[in-house]
C-alpha cells in the first residue's frame, strides 16, 4: 500500500515561495495521479493543482500565476511551489493521490504551513 | 468553475438513525463525483467515487446516489464514528472543486 509523507517549513515569511515536498513509498511515483489540495484552518479544501500521466499539471486558475508541481522519480517525491505568498496562503497542506481518474483515495497526513513575518 | 453546493451545513442526528446529505452542481458533472469523510485533525478519507462506489473497506450502510447537477450520500444506522464533516467533489471539469461540508453530529 502506498505511503505518503507531507514535509517542509512550518513558517514561511510574506512574499517568499512556499516550497514543500511529498515523499513516496510502497509503489512508484509514476504508477499514480498526483494533486495538492489545502485547507485553510477551519474552512473547506481547495484543490491546488493536479499532476497526472506523470507529467501533466493542472492548476487551480485562482492559483494559476504562482503554483508549480513537479515529480522527481528517482526520489519518488512530488513538489509543490508557491510563490508570493501572503497570510491567505497559511493552510493546511495535503498531498494525495489515485489510480482512477481524480477522486483521491490515498492522503499525507498534511503539513501545516503559516505565513507570518 | 463548477460551485458544489452542500447542504445543510449542519446535520444534527440520533444514533441508529438515517442522515441523507446532499451536494448540488452549478453544471452537470455526470457522475463524476466523489464524497469524504474528514475528522478532526485527520486527513479526508474517500468514500464514494463515480457518484455511487463505495471506495475499498467502506462499509454498505454508506451509500451514494446521484447524476448530473443533484447527488444524495446516505448514511444508515448511524454510529458515534460517523460525526465527520462530509466533503463532496466533482472531477468532471477543470478546476476540481469542493462543497463546502457537511458537518454531520451524532
Known amino acids: 500500500q502506498v505511503q505518503l509523507q507531507e514535509s517542509g517549513p512550518g513558517l514561511v515569511k510574506p512574499s517568499e515561495t512556499l516550497s514543500l515536498t511529498c515523499t513516496v513509498s510502497?509503489?512508484?511515483?509514476?504508477?499514480?495521479?498526483w494533486t495538492w489540495i489545502r485547507q485553510p484552518p477551519g474552512k473547506g479544501l481547495e484543490w491546488i493543482g493536479c499532476l497526472y500521466n506523470s507529467g501533466t499539471t493542472v492548476y487551480n486558475p485562482s492559483l494559476k500565476s504562482r503554483v508549480s508541481i513537479s515529480i522527481d522519480t528517482s526520489k519518488n517525491q512530488l513538489s509543490l511551489n508557491l510563490n508570493s505568498v501572503t497570510a491567505a496562503d497559511t493552510a493546511i497542506y495535503y498531498c494525495a493521490t489515485t489510480k482512477r481518474w481524480l477522486s483521491f483515495d490515498i492522503w499525507g497526513p498534511g503539513t501545516m504551513v503559516t505565513v507570518s513575518s | 468553475e463548477i460551485v458544489m453546493t452542500q447542504s445543510p451545513a449542519t446535520l444534527s442526528v440520533s444514533p441508529g438513525e438515517r442522515a441523507t446529505l446532499s451536494c448540488r452542481a452549478s453544471q452537470s458533472v455526470n457522475s463524476n463525483l466523489a464524497w469524504y469523510l474528514q475528522k478532526p485533525g485527520q486527513a479526508p478519507r474517500l468514500l464514494i467515487h463515480g457518484a455511487s462506489t463505495r471506495a475499498t473497506g467502506i462499509p454498505g450502510r454508506l451509500s451514494g446516489s446521484g447524476s448530473g447537477t443533484e447527488f444524495t450520500l446516505s448514511i444508515s444506522s448511524l454510529q458515534s464514528e460517523d460525526s465527520a464533516v462530509y466533503y463532496c467533489q466533482q472531477y468532471n471539469l477543470w478546476p476540481l472543486t469542493f462543497g463546502g461540508g457537511t458537518k454531520v453530529e451524532i
Open positions: 510502497g509503489d512508484s511515483i509514476s504508477s499514480y495521479h
